[in-house]
Antibody, heavy 120, light 109 residues
């Protein structure tokens, strides 16, 4: 069955760029049924959607983060990636990747999440 | 941006009781684009309800969703011990993107 797994550095310095990759297994990222999304959750706080991408490369982003976010897709590797620039301590969070249903835009399958800490 | 406000912030109930969780939107949301999630400590969220009232695969029928416009409700008919968790609502709007509510913590009384 479909599984998602986040990977990337657990520690990023302030002002640098956070980079994460989500690997999709058990299915194709080129499915017409899904966007693929990133969501984050600061420690002890709620969920914040970052953005989503379709296999064609079409994206939509959270307006509050749009200026710092780039999401890309690599269909040959069945992966999609997140880059968040100019990070601060406020970007410290567990970052999740998830499948984002095309029809109703819910997130029905999530990765386990990866904690990224922004600190010098 | 559409803001989702969940109430109460914390709900204290006993197993076997009925839980009613509210999600209110700052402007009208299409029912098709309203979802509910359950999150337990150290775990990723789990989809419970989509399209305001459709249960996701494998979700017990004690979970139900209802509502339209700006007011949506998640009801758990008879609480089981494993239902005590944090619950989030989520909406999608074509011009505003995706937002989540701040969550309701359901705790054992």
């Amino acid at each position: 069955q479909l599984q998602l797994q986040e990977s990337g550095p657990g520690l990023v310095k302030p002002s640098e760029t956070l980079s994460l990759t989500c690997t999709v297994s058990g299915g194709s990222i080129s499915s017409s049924s899904y966007y693929w999304g990133w969501i984050r959750q600061p420690p002890g706080k709620g969920l914040e959607w970052i953005g989503s991408i379709y296999y064609s490369g079409s994206t939509y982003y959270n307006p509050s983060l749009k200026s710092r976010v780039t999401i890309s897709v690599d269909t040959s590797k069945n992966q999609f990636s997140l880059k968040l620039s100019s990070v601060t301590a406020a970007d410290t969070a567990v970052y999740y990747c998830a499948s984002n249903a095309m029809t109703y835009r819910y997130f029905d399958l999530w990765g386990r999440g990866t904690l990224v800490t922004v600190s010098s | 941006e559409i803001v989702l406000t969940q109430s109460p912030g914390t709900l204290s109930l006993s197993p076997g009781e009925r839980a009613t969780l509210s999600c209110r939107a700052s402007q009208s949301v299409s029912s098709s684009y309203l979802a509910w999630y359950q999150q337990k400590p150290g775990q990723a969220p789990r989809l419970l309800i989509y399209g305001a009232s459709s249960r996701a695969t494998g979700i017990p029928d004690r979970f139900s969703g209802s509502g339209s416009g700006t007011d949506f409700t998640l009801t758990i008919s008879r609480l089981e011990p494993e239902d005590f968790a944090v619950y989030y609502c989520q909406q999608y709007g074509s011009s505003t993107g995706i937002t989540f509510g701040q969550g309701t913590r359901l705790e054992i009384k």
